[in-house]
């Protein structure tokens, strides 16, 4: 027996999204109200220019502390940056933040994460304290270099190997061929490990199955 109840909300339903379909396809069609969007660049609205301001009134930007941090304990770095693998694809650019060099914050950014990514655009080798050292800015992720009796132990490889393969080749402009004794991935998010394979070969990775010491004492790199 057919349940006329059942049946009767079926056909609403079918009625409500027959309509609902309608109307959407109304809303399409009506390239009057559709919204366009463009790579156009435009000044921030009104809303958009008093919020950011607002921040110059929450926060200190005469303080200039974070960004002499920031500078602290560089060595050295290329005037350009640009990282490309073997088929000439860029893997990494520090061109696309020369948007952010020597300019003013404009009204439609925040100024505080305007000055994050200035701080971020800092590139280079730095000394951190004595023994260790990081390269900034040649991916999403730094490299730390640790100077030990036994070589370098790398904490995280950046996402690429043709990242951290010039990370090292910026450490060894400055110290020398560089061994590496260990490798650290702190997580497993591929901006930390990613470019192990520019560091090291699999061949000089030492055999995790042996005891510690055998592994140290074959003069492999760990991880």
């Known amino acids: 027996m057919i349940n006329k109840k059942k049946t009767g909300l079926c056909l609403a339903l079918a009625a409500t999204l027959i309509a609902s379909s309608a109307l959407c396809g109304c809303q399409q069609s009506d390239s009057s109200t559709s919204a366009k969007f463009n790579s156009d ?3 921030a609205s009104k809303y958009t220019a008093d919020e950011n301001a607002q921040v110059y009134k929450t926060l200190d930007f005469s303080d200039e502390q974070e960004k002499e941090f920031a500078k602290k304990g560089f060595i050295t770095a290329p005037d350009k940056l640009e990282i490309k693998t073997e088929n000439g694809t860029v893997a990494w650019s520090q ?3 020369d948007f952010i060099r020597n300019s003013s914050t404009p ?3 925040n100024p505080s994460l305007w000055r994050n990514t200035e701080l971020n655009s ?3 080798l730095f000394e951190v304290v004595d023994g260790v050292y990081q390269v900034r800015g040649y991916d999403v992720a730094n490299v730390t270099f640790v100077k030990s009796d036994n070589g370098w132990i790398v ?3 950046t996402t ?9 080749e910026l450490l060894e402009s400055k110290f020398g061929k560089a061994h590496i004794a260990a490798v650290v991935v702190s997580h497993a998010h591929i ?3 990613g470019g192990i394979g520019g560091l090291i070969d699999e061949k000089d990775v030492a055999d995790s199955s042996l005891p510690l010491d055998e592994q140290i004492k074959s003069g492999k790199t760990l991880i």
Not at 160 to 168: P, R
């Open 41 to 43: 660049v435009k000044d």
């Open 122 to 124: 800092l590139y280079g």
């Open 191 to 193: 901006d930390h490990y």
């Open 95 to 97: 061109s696309a933040y």
């Open 160 to 168: 690429s190997s043709e990242t951290a393969k010039a990370a090292l």
């Open 155 to 157: 904490f995280d490889c």
């Open 107 to 109: 009204d439609s950014a």
